[in-house]
């Protein structure tokens, strides 16, 4: 039995967080779901979108299944996603892009997983306005966090026998921030070039390297980025492999790991039973490689390609029109 923090998240996350505890149940695995809340559905009962229970609880299990939690564009409370990533010093948020069904996939070459930098850089949204004619937002890289974050990717690449590291940049023209990125990344490359030289390294400029995801995916493997760069170009794999419904995710610290999806409460969909519970569930895959469970995560695997080639009960976003319910029962039925 293992003990994981549940945090359904809103707009689609009911919804999704309920289709991927049953497959997970199907599959014989026991867990004990703590289950907390987050998100402005919580704002009038605790006063705030981030109950302090949150983080009790995931520092307690040291593992969460977090679902999609709505950000208010503009003004409104600042991202609780962020939050918790921030709060937990989860570092990296790291993304696999594998194919899983050939007919949803730009090129079936496509194998790479993103590590983004999860802590700092422009994403955490330090700004201010500069009287009422202007903004500024403040973009911070240290040489500790991409340290660390260069380190998880290699130390994933050697774990899981990848062949090459590429680190993500604009030090052409950030030449302060992203070059003090890319020559920590250097640095580390050079130190695991004596330790283990099988693992390629090299760099790409983030412009070009969209157009390289989409031309010669074959060519790449592990990419490690800032923050904001991570966000963007992880969003672009999940469009290679299929889109977003496709796309999980985990965010991971030195001892505690949250597994979210890429995508978001989706709120146009929401409560309309016709979201896509896939990438919650192939991110729940994660948390059960993470938690030892690796029959199982092959079983759910296996099962979800299984009814994704077969093409008769795919969501709206894959083109068909079946419900949650319907693709979660198809998914248990292949188990
Ligand atoms: P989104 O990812 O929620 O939706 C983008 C489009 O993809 C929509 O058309 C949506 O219907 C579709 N989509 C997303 N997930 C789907 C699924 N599982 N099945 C079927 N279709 C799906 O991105 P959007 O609209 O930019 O953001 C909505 C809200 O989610 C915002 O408040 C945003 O801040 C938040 N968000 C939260 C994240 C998180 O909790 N980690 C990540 C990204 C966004």
Redesign the pocket.
Known sequence: MHNVTMIA?D???PE?SKAVADIIAAAGVEINWDKVEAGAGVMDKYGTPLPEQVFDSIRKNKVAL????????GSGFR???VAIRKELNLYANVRPLKVHAKAFAQNEAIDMVVFRENTEGLYVGIEHYVGDEAAESIKIITRKASRRIVRAAFEYAVREGRKKVTAVHKANILKYSDGLFLEEARNIAAEYAETHPEIEFDDRIVDNMCMQMVQYPEQYDVLVMPNLYGDIVSDLGAGLIG???LAP?MNLGDDIAVF??????????AGQN???????LFSAVLMLRHLNEKSAADRIEKAVSDVLNAGDVL???LGGNATTDQITEAIIANL
């Open positions: 998240g707009g689609i996350g999704i977090k679902g999609p939690i709505t950000t208010p564009v991202s609780v996603n889109g977003l419904g995710g979210e999806a890429v995508h978001g409460s989706a709120p146009d969909i016709k979201a896509n519970p896939v990438a919650l969501t709206v976003d």
